[in-house]
């Protein structure tokens, strides 16, 4: 615990968001479970499961979705990539001195 610990202050001192989850390594959640983690609805989850954006498999003879929660935090990653890209992307023209518009 103490090196997770450690990290986490490392990060925190860093400025860096740190999220903690605890959970099984094999759980699964629902697409409410995903839109109240990522802050989006439950539609907005499904239309992401559909274009291929977070990988969920449908219950045997059900229209309920399953997604790993391992499909999520990749798909975070993946968000805060893009993050950190467009940051450094918009740093740069700055210093190019392009203009705002």
Do not use: C
């Not at 001192?13 to 479970?33: D, H, I, M, W, Y």
């Not at 993946?78 to 190019?96: I, Y």
């Amino acid at each position: 615990m103490a090196p997770v610990a450690a990290e986490v202050e490392r990060l925190l001192a860093e400025g860096k968001n740190v999220t903690v989850t605890v959970a099984e390594e094999r759980e699964l959640l629902s697409p409410q479970q995903v839109a109240a983690r990522l802050g989006f609805s439950r539609q907005h989850v499904v239309r992401l499961i559909n274009a291929g954006e977070i990988e969920a498999a449908r219950m045997a003879g059900s229209s309920y979705w399953q997604i790993p929660l391992s499909a999520v935090l990749a798909f975070e990653e993946r968000m805060a990539e893009a993050d950190r890209s467009a940051a450094e992307w918009s740093r740069s023209l700055d210093e190019l001195g392009a203009p705002l518009e």
